[in-house]
């Protein structure tokens, strides 16, 4: 079974700087997807990114990049030029690909980021 | 367009009562998705329709959980006699379609339920 670990429960950043939530995750698919999910206050799920494992180029969304390493599994997430809007909890999450969407998303347990003005 | 939909937003339920969720997917969306967050167990995934047709159950907690889907579309979760431990909130998703249409979920903004 594939799991996704994220080690950091809380991070705390200033408003303008950047800051990189951490994600691992184990598996012995070779092929599968990876995103981030945002979840504010209101807690609708809102994708952030996502990153496609036959790609080896970084995915970036605006202020929003990653740093894929596949062969470590690991998937962080930078969030440049921070703003208060971007509070919330953050979850990365992972679906295989021979699912077909069947088995649908493993999340790992979040990280709360704070947005310090 | 209207996005993911679930009522009712927040349910109070008394121990050993029924319930049951609601999921309004996107329309056009073949696939819907059923998660359930709780402070204990995080995101866990429960149950998967393609069309109206769920492939594998095996996700849902216990017996007591069942869900439909009718039309290729609305979908209802029933917890049935209701504990404690069923109190969280329930999330609805739906995609396109299956394979590689659905690596893209469209969340619901949830149902929190709550067992007293």
């Known amino acids: 079974a594939q799991t996704v670990t994220q080690s950091q429960p809380e991070m705390s950043v200033q408003e303008a700087e950047t800051v990189t939530l951490s994600c691992t995750y184990d598996t012995s698919e070779s092929d599968y997807y990876l995103f981030w999910y945002k979840q504010p206050p209101s807690r609708q799920m809102i994708l952030v990114i996502r990153?496609?494992?036959?790609?080896?180029q970084n995915a970036t969304e605006n202020r929003f990049s990653v740093n894929f390493q596949k062969a470590a599994k690991s998937f962080s997430l930078k969030i440049s030029d921070s703003q208060l809007g971007d509070a919330a909890m953050y979850f990365c999450a992972y679906r295989g690909y021979s699912g077909g969407g069947a088995d649908g998303l493993t999340f790992g347990k979040g990280t709360h980021l704070i947005i310090q003005p | 367009g209207a996005g993911v939909s679930q009522s009712p937003s927040n349910k109070v339920t008394e121990k050993g009562k029924d319930v049951e969720l609601r999921c309004d997917p996107i329309s056009g969306h073949t696939a819907l998705y059923w998660y359930r967050q709780s402070l204990g167990q995080g995101l866990e995934f429960l149950i998967y329709?393609?069309?109206?047709?769920?492939?594998?159950k095996s996700g849902l907690p216990s017996d007591r959980f069942s869900a439909e889907r009718t039309g290729g579309s609305v979908s209802t979760l029933t917890i049935q006699r209701t504990q404690q431990e069923d109190s969280a909130v329930y999330l609805c998703?739906?995609?396109?379609?299956?394979?590689?249409?659905?690596?893209?979920?469209?969340f619901g903004p949830g149902t929190r339920l709550t067992v007293t």
């Open positions: 990153q496609e494992a036959y790609k080896q």
């Open positions: 998703a739906s995609s396109l379609g299956p394979g590689l249409a659905a690596y893209e979920q469209y």
């Open positions: 329709f393609q069309g109206n047709s769920a492939p594998d």
